[in-house]
């Protein structure tokens, strides 16, 4: 079973503070409210993201899905106008010996250290940045 949530709060002004509060909210009322943290740091950098490099519209939306064995994953979306990425190209950046955390790359690299898996693809008229959380 999967049920999916898009936060009300879209436009190309967010008030990261109200989306997180609604994806905390969310997962509270799913019964996930352990990823909830997580969650909102996930949220927040791949908003942050799609405001800096993408193009509007952006759009959030969490899926929650159901194991048939009782486990669930979260995952978390964020949907932009921008074109797609390299995700293998991000993650060779960070292992070549030149790169340094200056201003660009940190945030991927906390999706991908609270994430179970993360990617990205492209999406109608865009690209969607996914992590499942578990």
Known sequence: MNDTYEPVAQGPAYAVHVVRREVRDRLT??????????AELVVAELLANAERHGRPPVRIALTLRR???GGCTVRVEVTDSGAAFDVGRVRARWRHPAFDWGEDGRGLF????LSARWGDRPAPGGHTVWADLR
């Not at 009322?29 to 997580?38: E, K």
């Not at 906390?110 to 250290?113: K, N």
Request: net charge negative.
């Open 110 to 113: 906390l999706v991908d250290a």
């Open 29 to 38: 009322s799913w019964g996930t409210g352990a990823l909830a943290a997580d």
């Open 67 to 69: 194991g048939a064995q």
